[in-house]
Nanobody, 123 residues
Framework: QVLLVESGGGLVQAGGSLRLSCVAS????????MGWFRQAPGKEREFVAV????????NYADSVNGRFTISRDNAKNTVHLQMNSLKPEDTAVYYC????????????????WGQGTQVTVSS
């Protein structure tokens, strides 16, 4: 069992930046592909970014590509999501998740989930 705890959410003006962090328990963190998803009110959960277990393979949703950067530090059991040039449409609860698959953008492929952290971008 892997427990994930997100932090770093908050309220920011459009154009601003936030850095989300997700800390994982357990000694097998480096074995998992890690992803970030988000869910806005009244909408389905959607893929944001994913990073492979080595950290060299990344993939982004088109809506955040070029603005968001996912990274990981296996020594600290941590994955980050640097979010720049934020827009009001980025407002959502952001979730960290892990999977044993090589890579995926589908939430149903992820086995472990954090509780989420709220990101609100004002216009």
């Amino acid at each position: 069992q892997v427990l994930l705890v997100e932090s770093g959410g908050g309220l920011v003006q459009a154009g601003g930046s936030l850095r989300l962090s997700c800390v994982a328990s357990g000694r097998t963190f480096s074995m998992y592909t890690m992803g970030w998803f988000r869910q806005a009110p009244g909408k389905e959960r959607e893929f944001v970014a994913v990073i492979g277990w080595r950290g060299s393979s990344t993939n982004y949703a088109d809506s955040v590509n070029g603005r968001f950067t996912i990274s990981r530090d296996n020594a600290k059991n941590t994955v980050h999501l640097q979010m720049n040039s934020l827009k009001p449409e980025d407002t959502a609860v952001y979730y960290c998740a892990g999977t044993t698959l090589y890579s995926s953008t589908q939430s149903t492929d992820f086995h472990f989930w954090g509780q989420g952290t709220q990101v609100t971008v004002s216009s």
